[in-house]
Structures are given as structure tokens and as C-alpha cells.
């Protein structure tokens, strides 16, 4: 995926008022059951992703469908990395992207991803945090985006080995960030949502499970 989505996220950042802050021990993000896709907005750069809610395993859950396609969801939401700072969701992938490689261009496509990002005071400044189901990209290893610097890809799973399986995540936002970047993180002001195979042409589907924000573990 270039480095569209990335940017027209900050885009979205820039031109509005990102929420307060939420003083609660969890932030739903997302609940698809109850909320549906309320609050996500749709970003489209190479076609569209199929993005829909289904029933699955008897739960409401958004099923991702992409076929040579990029777009996105992102949902303004702003926190503070330091307390919020348990990021959990649960996933499902079909298979890998063929092709994918998470250190080149012609294979920056993922079958799942969740993105926190970062505004800058500058919009050069934004960072984005990415969780990926990486294809060759070893599990727990991590690498800037293959476009830009500001975005970096940490593969929380990796390969066709748990394919068809739910997993549950959990993920220290600022333990990641720090190391990702090597600094404290800002406040962050939105997350993302992206299956997308643009760059290889090739067919993926996901599943992406409720997600929350928690100040514990």
C-alpha cells in the first residue's frame, strides 16, 4: 500500500476536532454487535475494500474482502498512549497475501491490519503505529513502512500457520511505540482499520473482532 492511506488519515485528523479525552478504565472502540461501523469513515485509494458486518461464530463481526483493492476505516478517537495503553482486539485471516513483503513496495499489502496513529503539530510529524498479519516478516520483528519513515510495521503474527483461526490480541501501545521509535509517543488521535492487496493484485478476506482500549492489561 503506498503511503495514500497514511496520509489521508492525517488528512482526516486535520480537519476536525478529535473527541476529549475519555475517563473510563476501557474505551470501546469498536463494538460492532451493538455500534455497527457508527464513527468509522471510509478512505478509498485503489477501489474498494469490501468492508461489511456478518455473522460469524455467533457474533457480529466486520469481514474484510479485497481483490487488487486499497481502503481503509479510520475512527477519530483521541487518548493518551500512557493510560490507555492496552490495545486488544481479535482477528481472523483466509490466508496470507501471496507476494506480500512487508520490506519491499510491490509487496506492502496485508491481509489484516490495525493502525494507531500519532498527529504530528506538523503534519510531516504523524506517526502511525501498525499492527500487521505479516506474510514473511517474522512475528514480533519490525520494520519502517515500506514508503515512509513515519509509519512502522510490527508483525503481530506472521504466516499461513494460524490462518482460519481467531486469535485475541493484546498490545502495549506505549511499550511498542518506544520501541518502535525509540521515544515516548503523543497523544494519539485516531485508529485504523485496512485489508488491502493493491500492489500485488492479488484476492484477501479478514475478520476483525471488537476493539478496545484499556489502562490495564
Same mark, same amino acid.
Given at each position: 500500500?503506498?503511503?495514500?492511506?497514511?496520509?489521508?488519515?492525517?488528512?482526516?485528523?486535520?480537519?476536525?476536532?478529535?473527541?476529549?479525552?475519555?475517563?473510563?478504565?476501557?474505551?470501546?472502540?469498536?463494538?460492532?454487535?451493538?455500534?455497527?461501523?457508527?464513527?468509522?469513515?471510509?478512505?478509498?485509494?485503489?477501489?474498494?475494500?469490501?468492508?461489511?458486518?456478518?455473522?460469524?461464530?455467533?457474533?457480529?463481526?466486520?469481514?474484510?474482502?479485497?481483490?487488487?483493492?486499497?481502503?481503509?476505516?479510520?475512527?477519530?478517537?483521541?487518548? @493518551? +498512549?500512557?493510560?490507555?495503553?492496552? $490495545?486488544?482486539?481479535?482477528?481472523?485471516?483466509?490466508? /496470507?497475501?501471496?507476494?506480500?513483503? &512487508?520490506?519491499?513496495?510491490?509487496?506492502?499489502?496485508?491481509?489484516?491490519?490495525?493502525?494507531?496513529?500519532?498527529?504530528?503539530?506538523?503534519?510531516?510529524?504523524?506517526?502511525?503505529?501498525?499492527?500487521?498479519?505479516?506474510?514473511?516478516?517474522?512475528?514480533?520483528?519490525?520494520?519502517?513502512?515500506?514508503?515512509?519513515?513515519?509509519?512502522?510495521?510490527?508483525?503481530?503474527?506472521?504466516?499461513?500457520?494460524?490462518?482460519?483461526?481467531?486469535?485475541?490480541?493484546?498490545?502495549?501501545?506505549?511499550?511498542?511505540?518506544?520501541?518502535?521509535?525509540?521515544? @515516548? +509517543?503523543?497523544?494519539?488521535?485516531? $485508529?485504523?482499520?485496512?485489508?488491502?492487496?493493491?500492489? /500485488?493484485?492479488?484476492?484477501?478476506? &479478514?475478520?476483525?473482532?471488537?476493539?478496545?482500549?484499556?489502562?490495564?492489561?
Amino acid at each position: 500500500m503506498a503511503p495514500r492511506f497514511f496520509w489521508a488519515a492525517v488528512f482526516i485528523l486535520s480537519m476536525a476536532i478529535c473527541p476529549g479525552s475519555v475517563s473510563a478504565a476501557e474505551i470501546a472502540v469498536a463494538r460492532f454487535g451493538t455500534e455497527g461501523l457508527g464513527g468509522w469513515e471510509v478512505k478509498e485509494f485503489e477501489g474498494l475494500t469490501d468492508y461489511r458486518l456478518v455473522e460469524e461464530d455467533g457474533r457480529t463481526v466486520l469481514e474484510a474482502h479485497a481483490k487488487g483493492s486499497a481502503s481503509g476505516l479510520v475512527k477519530k478517537l483521541s487518548f @493518551d +498512549p500512557a493510560e490507555y495503553r492496552y $490495545l486488544k482486539w481479535s482477528w481472523k485471516i483466509r490466508q /496470507t497475501v501471496a507476494g506480500g513483503d &512487508a520490506k519491499s513496495r510491490e509487496g506492502d499489502d496485508y491481509a489484516a491490519r490495525i493502525y494507531v496513529i500519532f498527529p504530528g503539530f506538523f503534519f510531516w510529524q504523524t506517526r502511525a503505529l501498525n499492527y500487521i498479519w505479516a506474510n514473511r516478516l517474522p512475528k514480533g520483528d519490525f520494520v519502517s513502512n515500506a514508503f515512509t519513515a513515519n509509519a512502522r510495521m510490527l508483525a503481530v503474527q506472521s504466516g499461513a500457520e494460524m490462518a482460519g483461526r481467531w486469535i485475541s490480541e493484546q498490545r502495549d501501545i506505549l511499550a511498542d511505540y518506544r520501541r518502535l521509535f525509540g521515544e @515516548d +509517543p503523543p497523544p494519539a488521535g485516531a $485508529l485504523a482499520i485496512m485489508t488491502d492487496t493493491d500492489n /500485488t493484485g492479488v484476492e484477501a478476506i &479478514a475478520w476483525y473482532g471488537d476493539i478496545t482500549l484499556s489502562t490495564s492489561p
